[in-house]
């Protein structure tokens, strides 16, 4: 049942938060921890989750404490699952997750943060999920949903392929076996990629959508990180992850409606201009559910919306300002250009930024 209660978020000794917040002087008036705040922030606040956000945190973290000097952010990209896991118990103030919450975890996090509407749940990070593949000779690879569903199905399972060579009339394919590569951890990226397999592809993919990969048989590798590198070392392997990550691998292109679109910012973010916002949640959460079968022109469906995860109220007021300071630069038009810059993801829109804020100013201590 969800609390009603006022139960502020607490945590274990070994993941304690030692804050202090210090006025600064007039000039450092601009902290960059949200517009008219006026001091900056110092202390270590330590959040965990999706692999996929790393890049972007990384980005983050530089231009924080450019303008915070005084401030240290640690981030363990364990996985979605395990940031989940993390913030529901209590074990980190701030989490990161590539699928918003589900029911059970919803429930728990609700709980944690002291009620419904004190959870806070922003898809701050939005980037395109790469079908990144290592074929030798070919360059530029053309997938329609089906086809892509049978691939990681594994019921296609040479480059040559007819269904393959449909969606690519003038490419030179080998008969390579394809090795598909997937996530072994629980993960975002494997949620959200696997939802899109469901909704665009639901003829050819009869799997549940769940953060696990559901297909056994192929090769796999814990986080981001070990997907692109295995993908790397095999000839004929496919796999999917966040486009930042992907390094020198090239990226498929989905087709969606009449044409084949490529994992870029701009395709990314018209998706989520066109989806809508999961109902029944607290006033702060913004879990949204995406369109993945959209036919829309220009619109790459392959996507994470990567949350952070916070609640409005913390036991320690220093806490709640450090909170409140680092997800006002992470929602904030500068964070979101250095996220663009370093990882690749499209910037929220104007009106989710606004929804963001209202959010986060909403952070402070319990009573």
């Given amino acids: 049942m969800r609390s009603t209660g006022r139960k502020a978020l607490t945590f274990s000794a070994a993941m304690a938060l030692t804050l202090t917040v210090g006025a600064c002087g007039a000039s450092n008036e601009d902290t960059g921890s949200g517009e008219g705040s006026g001091e900056g922030v110092s202390g270590t606040l330590s959040g965990a989750g999706s692999s996929a956000q790393a890049a972007a945190v990384d980005a983050w973290k530089v231009g924080f404490q450019e303008t915070n000097p005084e401030a240290t952010v640690n981030y363990d990209p364990v996985g979605s699952g395990g940031g989940r896991e993390q913030f529901v118990s209590g074990g980190v103030p701030w989490a990161g997750s590539d699928a918003y919450l589900d029911e059970d975890e919803l429930t728990g996090a609700q709980e944690q943060c002291g009620g419904a509407d004190n959870l806070i749940e922003i ?14 000779g070919v360059d530029e690879l053309n997938l329609s949903p089906d086809t892509l569903a049978q691939i990681f199905d594994q019921k296609i399972t040479t480059w040559d ?29 494997t949620e959200n990629f696997v939802e899109y397999l469901s909704a665009a592809a639901e003829d050819s993919w009869p799997h549940e959508v769940d953060g696990n990969w ?17 993908i790397g070392q095999a000839d004929g392997a496919i796999g999917y992850a966040d486009v930042s990550q992907i390094g020198d691998l090239p990226a498929a292109n989905v087709k969606v409606g009449e044409e084949y ?54 036991d320690d007021a220093e806490q709640a300002e450090l909170v409140k ?12 250009e250095a996220a663009a810059e ?14 963001a804020e209202e959010a986060i100013d909403a952070i402070s201590a319990s009573e």
Avoid: F, M
Wanted: charged share 25%; proline share 6%.
């Fill in 214 to 230: 559901p297909v056994s048989g192929g090769t796999a590798a814990k986080g981001t990180t070990g997907v692109v590198d295995a």
């Fill in 342 to 355: 370093q990882a690749g993801s499209a910037p929220i829109s104007d009106d989710l930024r606004g929804r």
């Fill in 161 to 189: 392929d007819e269904a393959i060579a449909e969606d690519n009339p003038d490419a030179d394919l080998p008969s390579t076996d394809i090795t598909v590569v997937n996530r072994s951890d629980e993960s975002g990226t």
């Fill in 261 to 314: 679109v490529g994992p870029t910012p701009e395709a990314a973010a018209k998706i989520i201009d066109a989806s809508e916002q999961v109902e029944d949640r607290g006033q702060y959460d913004y879990a949204t559910d995406l369109s993945r079968d959209t036919t829309e022109s220009g619109t790459y469906p392959v996507v994470l919306a990567s949350y952070e995860l916070a609640c409005t109220q913390y």
């Fill in 325 to 336: 300071a680092w997800l006002s630069y992470l929602v904030s038009e500068e964070g979101q």
């Fill in 123 to 136: 898809p701050a990070y939005i980037s395109p999920i790469a079908v990144t593949y290592n074929i030798e």
